[in-house]
């Protein structure tokens, strides 16, 4: 190598070195120094040629094109072929040669004149060794590596590609979207073919080539120049094989898990949606509302279809699905990219089937039960009620009193009315609901949403019979044969709805007739009196006036 002078630094703080009559000095040396020049390797480098006087006789930059050449090959002259030795990628040197390493007493032409001193400004701007082959630093490795890139694996990745001095030739960045390529089939350059070979998604690596394993002798036509290693700083976004299928993983299964989605189920699930690299696209959470769907029917895209065929409610999974059983090449415009795995953190809800029916559960019977509920009774229960995660919904035990209805007058939703059938007082049952028999699509406004499977354990606090089916009022006994008299109090020959609802407010209270329970006995009494008039002038005439076994025709009346 060269030996340093006494006084290395001149007044200018450059470094001067003296080697067999050659004068070096260092007029930029780069901090950090990857690789210096040997003998026998490639070089592009540019240079300004001058006489001691300053005048200048040759410039690569005037040419605008690097000198390229092997060291030590003597395909310099003996001067430039040891000063090149030792340089580092942007060093830059003055090189000042004695004629005896130069062009000697015969010069070059009319270019050099003989016995001519000359000075190189020189700039390296690459080195490669035909021995070269692909150099790969990473810098980051994520924590969690769970698959590689292997050949034939599709990747989308973003790139910075310099040249080794670390000119800018092209960015995926800037461009806005990731490189998509199979890898380790030709669809690359060599040297990027083999460098993305064992990448982790989000690891990180500095990929450097020689040539021959990039653009080669005449670089890419417009960026790159012939000769030029290149480099290029990676980061892997996703990584998937054509042959791939959904994989689960992160299973939470609850226990008991007593049934599990079929095709043909209908869903309700909260998801958190990302990419493989993590970046976040969308989440049935910010929306405040589960996703709902039917599954193995293709609603949803075929993986998630897939994804979700075997869970319980309750169960929580990671889905990982490739594009091709996504949203493929295309993508989904602005969130999706084109041909990008999708990972979905899933938490199942609640599910049914359309030909679900009420389920039933008597987790309490008493011992005697002489009368069971049937359609008419007039029943009082307490319930609590809840979603299938158990989101409560509703409890009577927090207004201190029972609910109560009348069996079969669709006063609550049918799958209550299932659940309240043949039941004891002090029976307790535990009810699932299916939202056909609940509340269905729509569900209730802030309470209850739309399709969901409800609980609810219910005890039978109270039952009042009811009347037979048809009838709003009965007799307890024998209905007098002078019952329009008895009812036409003035005697005037017609009944006024005060006097038909006296009388059959009296009947009640004497315990002679009964009125269904559970409904509002003025507004019974009102129907019934209408049913009488049958003229509608507001009276009843004898003409009118008829009992229910006189009439052809089933009314809700005496």
Known sequence: MYAASVNPFNLKGRITMQHDDIIIEKTFVPEQCGRAVKVGDYVRYHYNGMFPDGKKFDSSYDRGSTYNVYVGKKQLIEGMDR??????????????????LAYGKQGYGDIIPPDSILHFDVLLL????PEDGVQINTYYTPP??????????????HYNGTLLDGTLFDSSHTRLRTYDTYVGIGWLIAGMDQGLLGMCVGERRIITMPPSLGYGENGDGSDIPGQASLVFDVVLLDLHNPRDSITVTNQQVPEPCTRKTVAGDFVRYHYNGSLLDGTFFDSSYSRNRTY????????????????????CIGERRTITIPPHLAYGEEGTGTKIPGSAVLVFDVHIID??????????????????????????????????????DGSPIDSTYNYGKTYNIVLGANQVVPGMEDGLKDMCVGERRHLVIPPHLGYGEMGVTDEVPGSAVLLFDIELMEVEEGLPEGYMFIWNEDVSPDLFTEMD????????????????????TEGKGRLAPGFDPYRIIDNMFSNQDRNGDGKITEAEF?????????????
């Not at 000063?83 to 005896?100: D, F, S, Y």
């Open 546 to 558: 008829k009992l229910k076994a006189d009439e052809a025709a089933a009314h809700d009346e005496l």
């Open 126 to 129: 690459d080195v490669w060794n």
């Open 292 to 311: 709902d769907t039917y599954v193995g029917r293709g609603y949803v895209i075929a993986g998630m279809d897939e994804g979700l065929i075997g869970v």
């Open 83 to 100: 000063a090149l030795v030792g340089m580092c990628v942007n060093e830059r040197r003055l090189v000042k040669i004695p004629p005896q």
């Open 351 to 388: 599910f049914h089937n359309p030909s679900d029916s009420t389920e039933i559960t008597v987790t309490y019977k008493p011992e005697v039960c002489d009368k069971q509920t049937k359609k008419g009774d007039f029943v009082k229960y307490h319930y609590n009620a809840s979603l299938m």
């Open 489 to 508: 109090v003035d005697q005037n020959k017609q009944v006024e709805p005060s006097e038909f609802t006296d009388y059959i407010m009296r009947q009640v």
């Open 144 to 157: 969690i590596c769970s698959r590689k890139v292997e050949v034939s694996d599709y990747v989308r990745y």
